[in-house]
């Protein structure tokens, strides 16, 4: 399985929070192969993080500070496009890490 994620680590069951017998490791994740970007780079994102819908609370009825927001993390990506595809045609497994 592919997974593009905003960071390196994976909590099983984040999004089950009240079924706590789902929130163990999974034999799922060992046919996982995990894409992340550098915390640095998320860094450099609006607000030093991915949208989320907290930023509804953050802008409040700003909408067209919180759209240029989005807007700039959208445009930020497509450098994460270029890199894998970058990747793809000559793959470094110098960059392959265990989770």
Do not use: C
Request: aromatic fraction near 10%; proline fraction near 9%; hydrophobic fraction near 40%.
């Amino acid at each position: 399985m592919l997974y593009p994620h905003f960071q390196k680590a994976v909590v099983p069951g984040w999004l089950d929070k009240g079924l706590k017998w789902r929130h163990g490791s999974t034999p799922f994740l060992d046919n996982m192969v995990l894409l992340a970007p550098d915390p640095a780079w998320v860094k450099t994102l609006p607000n030093g993080k991915p949208p989320d819908r907290n930023d509804f609370m953050r802008y409040g009825t700003d909408l067209a500070s919180r759209m240029k927001a989005w807007r700039t993390a959208v445009m930020a990506s497509a450098q994460l496009v270029d890199e894998l595809q970058e990747w793809l045609r000559r793959p470094d497994m110098g960059r392959v890490q265990a989770i």
